[in-house]
């Protein structure tokens, strides 16, 4: 009964800007950790950012101080905030949620392997090219 199905994703120029949303239904998204996830052709799913139960939030070295993950809990939404965007950010995007019980925050432990995240969406498809 769990869902997850994302949403923003598309075609942009170099330095450009994206918001990727992720609706959730099935589990609250404020009580588990979320991540979004990106691979690319040929490439090993990457962990691009994470939010935990308490808002902490770790990012790919990649991606730091340009994406921003959060969170709207009252419409149980994920997002990833997408600026100044390069070529190399195109992939596949999908969330995912960790609905493991733990107290240990992200800045310990990272985003973790793909294979921690019990749930998953479909994908969004975002391609920056010139």
């Known amino acids: 009964q769990v869902q997850l199905s994302e949403s923003g994703g598309g075609s942009v120029q170099p330095g450009g800007t994206l918001k990727l949303s992720c609706a959730v239904s099935g589990i609250t998204i404020g009580s588990n950790y979320m991540a979004w996830f990106r691979q690319a052709p040929g490439k090993e799913r990457e962990g691009v950012a994470v939010i935990d139960e308490t808002g902490i939030t770790f990012y790919h070295g990649s991606v730091k101080d340009r994406f921003t993950i959060s969170r709207d809990n009252a419409k149980n939404t994920l997002y990833l905030q997408m600026n100044s965007l390069k070529p190399d950010d195109t992939a596949m995007y999908y969330c995912?949620?960790?609905?493991?019980?733990?107290?240990?925050?992200?800045?310990?432990?990272?985003?973790?392997?793909?294979?921690?995240?019990?749930?998953w969406g479909q994908g969004t498809q975002v391609t920056v090219s010139s």
């Open positions: 995912a949620a960790d609905t493991r019980k733990r107290t240990t925050s992200v800045a310990l432990t990272g985003i973790g392997g793909y294979w921690l995240y019990s749930y």
